[in-house]
């Protein structure tokens, strides 16, 4: 049973850093692209950050500058590293990833959700 557990979020104040990370856990045979989503209350989800399975970085423009995608294939992790953070950065973030149990096709998973809070 592959599962993507999160942690890292919390309350932070204007202009502070988080550091989410996401472990990919079960029997895995190779992971492909990893992501990281987030949800404000009343919005639809949005991508915030997404990695290659060849650790190539594309960030949504929101996140541009201020956040940093990164994964460690040793730990099947994948982590997003958020500085300057803002009141409207407040969101639930999600790790989203393409995974596969043997030799086929990647399946998507979605991590249960971190909550992060960006107020004083």
């Known amino acids: 049973q592959v599962q993507l557990v999160e942690s890292g979020g919390g309350l932070v104040q204007p202009g502070g850093s988080l550091r989410l990370s996401c472990a990919a856990t079960g029997s895995i045979y190779s992971i492909g692209t990893m992501a990281w989503y987030r949800q404000a209350p009343g919005k639809q989800r949005e991508l915030v950050a997404v990695?290659?399975?060849?650790?190539?970085?594309t960030y949504a423009d929101s996140a541009k500058g201020r956040s940093t995608i990164s994964r460690d294939y040793a730990k099947n992790t994948v982590y997003l590293q958020m500085n300057s953070l803002k009141p409207e950065d407040t969101a639930v973030y999600y790790c989203?990833?393409?995974?596969?149990?043997?030799?086929?096709?990647?399946?998507?998973?979605w991590g249960q959700g971190t909550q992060v809070t960006v107020s004083s």
């Open positions: 990695i290659s399975s060849g650790g190539t970085p």
């Open positions: 989203n990833a393409y995974i596969n149990v043997r030799p086929g096709p990647l399946r998507n998973y």
